[in-house]
């Protein structure tokens, strides 16, 4: 029986961004290259992009020889850890992926290794040149590829060990002919790509050394019984380690331990940079004559330079793409759209008091019925919604009810949309909690795992289930537009997670009575902020 080695990787450069994969099957007695796959895949999330590497690489195994046994080498910890089975998979839009390729070969019949970014630089720079072709308005082509040669892929497995005259020395002359030719109409492309990729990951250096840099939130933030700490690892205790960008493409639980799942996975970029920079820039490989003159090796230069810049300026205009509306393409279909609105104001709301799930249950005032009916009547215009789901509180099914009567719809009403159980806090303002629980109250500000005096629910435990929740509404409302009315922390929780962003953004939003956020979630995994405390229909 043959046994292949498949290598595969995929990389997006904004997370979710332009995006490619690369897949290497090859020869695991000779170490031979027998296949090479790689595409660009347009806008889609490193994890999705790693995924499709995977599938790449098995389908291509696959079609050399159906009864072959593989074995998977990748540097994606998560896509190692799920596909062996010790990580579950809960993010919707990972299941499909991971469940094509466990179908290609029979159990047991594939076996998968993690392996160092460095000893997977073939599939990186297939990804790279994917990406770089996209990049360019084009596909990535095999005829041109120089992945194999400018990441030294092939030198230790072609190195001869047998006696001379052998197949595997035979093959690795004839490689090592093919590579000569080859090396030399790669290198001055190679040249111009290793400034540009240098120029991408200084950028998403200094980004996230922005985004990681000191701050936090004022002390009197906690007033607002909604302005609460969320756990970014609220994926940790159960939103699955298909990790977003900004914090680690983060659905992570233990999978932080990855490392590619800790970074904003600006890690694409990175690695496109250290590929660039692997392939030789030195143009002296073929100066054994002394017919190149001074005036070609100028062009030469340009060409590489402007290369370089029409690359860039790709760049430019994918990343403004990706940051614009509607950037997803079409082949991701609709997506699962939640217009997200906090139920109207009750009688605790104007004094800032903790209002939990654990607490009185208070209803709407009269202000907060009018809110109601004003945000009824923006949503009667829109003309959009498609579905009502509630928190079980009695303010947010009146202010549910409102609605569902003005849209003619039916409400119907999910436990996991219930707001922070605040314990003995319930009621009390933040100055009450402070004189007569100063030391669970800083615990409470200064961990997410820390409850509220008298057993609350602790901003950790709430984050993960408002993930589970997301996730089962996301496979519910496919396609659909649904309204959530809900909570403060629930809201805040959405967004924060919806961003990559780590748990002080939530002292950073504000969140008024009956206000509009809209956030939208694709098959890939991705979500899209469109809209953040929209409070024009109540003025």
């Given at each position: 029986m043959?046994?292949?080695?498949?290598e595969?990787?995929?990389?997006?450069?904004?997370?979710?961004g332009?995006?490619?994969?690369?897949a290497?099957v090859?020869?695991?007695?000779?170490?031979?290259?027998?296949r090479?796959?790689?595409?660009?895949?347009?806008?889609a999330?490193?994890?999705?992009?790693?995924?499709?590497?995977?599938?790449?690489g098995?389908?291509?195994?696959?079609e050399?020889?159906?009864a072959?046994?593989v074995h998977?080498?990748?540097d994606?910890?998560l896509?190692v850890?799920?596909?062996?089975?010790r990580?579950?998979i809960?993010?919707?839009?990972?299941?499909?992926?991971?469940?094509?390729?466990?179908?290609?070969?029979?159990?047991?019949?594939?076996?998968?290794e993690?392996?160092?970014?460095?000893?997977?630089k073939?599939?990186d720079?297939?990804a790279?040149?994917?990406?770089?072709?996209?990049?360019?308005?084009?596909?990535?082509?095999?005829?041109?590829?120089?992945a194999?040669?400018d990441?030294?892929a092939?030198?230790?497995?072609?190195?001869?060990?047998g006696?001379?005259?052998?197949?595997?020395?035979?093959a690795?002359?004839?490689?090592e002919a093919?590579?000569?030719?080859?090396?030399?109409?790669?290198a001055?492309?190679?040249?111009?790509?290793?400034?540009?990729g240098?120029?991408?990951?200084?950028?998403?250096?200094?980004?996230?050394?922005?985004?990681?840099?000191?701050?936090g939130?004022p002390?009197g933030?906690?007033a607002?019984?909604?302005s609460?700490?969320?756990d970014?690892?609220a994926?940790?205790?159960?939103a699955d380690a298909d990790v977003?960008?900004?914090?680690?493409?983060a659905?992570?639980?233990?999978?932080?331990?990855?490392?590619?799942?800790?970074?904003p996975?600006?890690h694409?970029?990175?690695?496109?940079?250290?590929?660039?920079?692997?392939?030789?820039?030195d143009?002296?490989?073929?100066t054994?004559?002394?017919?190149?003159?001074?005036?070609?090796?100028?062009?030469?230069?340009?060409?590489?330079?402007?290369?370089?810049?029409?690359?860039?300026d790709?760049?430019?205009?994918?990343?403004?793409?990706?940051?614009?509306?509607?950037?997803?393409?079409a082949d991701?279909?609709?997506?699962?759209t939640?217009v997200?609105?906090?139920?109207?104001e009750?009688p605790l709301?104007?004094?800032?008091?903790?209002?939990?799930?654990?607490?009185t249950?208070p209803?709407?005032?009269d202000v907060?019925?009018?809110?109601?009916?004003?945000?009824?009547?923006?949503?009667?215009?829109r003309g959009?919604?498609?579905?009502?789901?509630?928190?079980?509180l009695?303010?947010t099914?009146e202010?549910?009810?409102?609605?569902?009567?003005r849209?003619?719809?039916?409400?119907?009403?999910?436990?996991?949309?219930?707001e922070?159980?605040?314990?003995?806090?319930?009621g009390?303002?933040?100055?009450?909690?402070r004189?007569r629980h100063?030391?669970d109250l800083?615990?409470?500000?200064?961990?997410?795992?820390?409850?509220?005096?008298?057993?609350?629910?602790?901003?950790?435990?709430?984050?993960t289930?408002i993930?589970?929740t997301?996730?089962k509404?996301i496979?519910a409302?496919?396609?659909r537009?649904?309204?959530?009315?809900t909570?403060?922390?629930?809201?805040?929780?959405l967004?924060?997670?919806?961003?990559g962003a780590p748990?002080e953004s939530?002292?950073?939003?504000?969140?008024?009575?009956?206000?509009?956020?809209?956030?939208a979630y694709?098959?890939?995994?991705?979500?899209?902020l469109r809209?953040?405390?929209?409070?024009s229909h109540?003025?």
């Amino acid at each position: 029986m043959r046994e292949f080695i498949v290598e595969a990787d995929g990389g997006s450069r904004g997370n979710p961004g332009p995006a490619g994969y690369g897949a290497v099957v090859s020869d695991a007695a000779t170490g031979e290259t027998l296949r090479e796959a790689a595409e660009y895949i347009g806008v889609a999330t490193n994890n999705v992009a790693e995924y499709r590497g995977l599938l790449a690489g098995l389908r291509a195994a696959h079609e050399l020889d159906p009864a072959a046994t593989v074995h998977v080498r990748m540097d994606s910890k998560l896509v190692v850890e799920q596909m062996s089975g010790r990580w579950k998979i809960k993010h919707p839009g990972m299941k499909p992926l991971a469940a094509d390729a466990a179908r290609i070969f029979p159990p047991g019949r594939v076996t998968y290794e993690w392996i160092p970014r460095e000893r997977n630089k073939h599939a990186d720079r297939l990804a790279n040149e994917a990406m770089d072709a996209g990049a360019r308005g084009e596909q990535w082509s095999a005829s041109t590829s120089t992945a194999e040669l400018d990441t030294g892929a092939g030198a230790e497995a072609l190195a001869p060990s047998g006696p001379p005259g052998d197949a595997a020395a035979g093959a690795a002359r004839a490689r090592e002919a093919l590579a000569t030719g080859r090396a030399a109409s790669a290198a001055s492309a190679a040249s111009a790509g290793a400034g540009a990729g240098s120029a991408r990951a200084d950028a998403d250096a200094r980004a996230v050394k922005a985004v990681s840099g000191p701050g936090g939130a004022p002390a009197g933030a906690g007033a607002d019984a909604g302005s609460v700490r969320a756990d970014d690892d609220a994926h940790a205790a159960g939103a699955d380690a298909d990790v977003r960008a900004a914090g680690a493409d983060a659905d992570a639980h233990s999978a932080r331990a990855d490392a590619d799942a800790r970074a904003p996975k600006a890690h694409a970029d990175h690695r496109a940079a250290d590929a660039d920079a692997d392939v030789p820039t030195d143009t002296d490989t073929e100066t054994d004559t002394e017919t190149e003159t001074e005036t070609d090796t100028v062009t030469a230069t340009a060409r590489g330079r402007a290369r370089a810049r029409a690359k860039a300026d790709a760049d430019t205009r994918a990343a403004k793409a990706v940051a614009a509306p509607g950037w997803a393409p079409a082949d991701m279909g609709a997506p699962a759209t939640f217009v997200l609105l906090r139920h109207g104001e009750t009688p605790l709301t104007p004094q800032k008091r903790f209002s939990g799930s654990g607490g009185t249950d208070p209803s709407l005032s009269d202000v907060g019925r009018e809110q109601a009916e004003r945000a009824a009547a923006l949503l009667a215009r829109r003309g959009t919604i498609q579905a009502i789901v509630s928190s079980p509180l009695t303010r947010t099914r009146e202010t549910a009810g409102v609605i569902a009567a003005r849209l003619g719809l039916d409400v119907s009403v999910d436990d996991g949309l219930r707001e922070t159980d605040f314990g003995a806090w319930e009621g009390l303002t933040f100055a009450e909690v402070r004189e007569r629980h100063p030391e669970d109250l800083n615990a409470w500000l200064a961990s997410p795992d820390a409850e509220p005096t008298g057993g609350g629910e602790s901003f950790a435990a709430t984050a993960t289930r408002i993930a589970a929740t997301r996730d089962k509404l996301i496979a519910a409302y496919t396609g659909r537009t649904v309204l959530l009315v809900t909570h403060v922390t629930p809201i805040k929780t959405l967004v924060r997670l919806a961003l990559g962003a780590p748990p002080e953004s939530l002292f950073r939003m504000e969140l008024s009575a009956a206000s509009l956020s809209v956030v939208a979630y694709y098959a890939d995994g991705n979500a899209s902020l469109r809209l953040l405390n929209d409070t024009s229909h109540l003025r």
